[in-house]
C-alpha cells in the first residue's frame, strides 16, 4: 500500500460540480499530493497520487483530454 502524500486530519472535500450527485468522488489535498476515495464508501479505503500525477490529471480535466 502506498503512503498518503496527505497529512492526517486534512479535510475531505467533493467537487463544487458534483451538485449532490450519488457518483462522487471526495479528494483530500497536501503539498505532496492527493488521497481520493469514493464518497458512497469511504470506508473501502482511497487512491493515493503524488503532486505530479496529480497535477496531471487536473490539467487533463481542466482542458478536456479526460472529458
Known sequence: ???SPVP???DWHKSSYSNGGTNCVEAREGSQGADVRDSQ???L???SFASPEWSG???GIKTGRLA
Open 1 to 3: 500500500m502506498n503512503k
Open 8 to 10: 492526517p486530519g486534512t
Open 41 to 43: 464508501n469511504p470506508l
Open 45 to 47: 479505503g482511497h487512491l
Open 57 to 59: 490529471f487536473l490539467q
